[in-house]
């Protein structure tokens, strides 16, 4: 009898556990997830990345690669980071093109410039 007595206060612990503990996998239902600096210099340079053929065929400046707070960029104070930027092909470090990317902390993503860099004269 004292087995079975201990055998139920188990399982009633138990149940009474499991029903107490958070869950943390359910989606967040009606909330967009913020995203932080580091995600958004990876985000704007992705999207050079893709605007100019790929990895075969750009690479962003070391600083677009580096921790985030280094890279060149700007806070707009409302929730966006303006990356602005130069890439080269993989063959050579000469800069030419400029970017200028958006990112929101809702990770939207907008390509303000993309042109190759002019020479001044």
């Known amino acids: 009898m004292l087995k079975q007595i201990i055998t139920v206060s188990y399982v009633v612990f138990f149940a009474l556990t499991i029903n107490s503990l958070p869950i943390h996998a359910q989606p967040l239902r009606g909330r967009t997830p913020l995203i932080n600096l580091g995600r958004a210099e990876n985000l704007a340079r992705q999207a050079a990345e893709e605007a100019n053929g ?17 890279s060149p960029h700007t806070y707009d104070g409302h929730g966006s980071w303006t990356f602005t930027f130069k890439g080269h092909s993989p063959d050579s470090a000469t800069p030419t093109v400029k970017s200028v990317v958006t990112v929101s902390r809702t990770s939207i993503v907008h390509i303000n410039y993309n042109e190759p860099i002019r020479s001044t004269p």
């Open 54 to 70: 790929g990895l075969q065929h750009y690479r962003a400046e070391n600083l677009m690669y580096g921790p985030a707070e280094r």
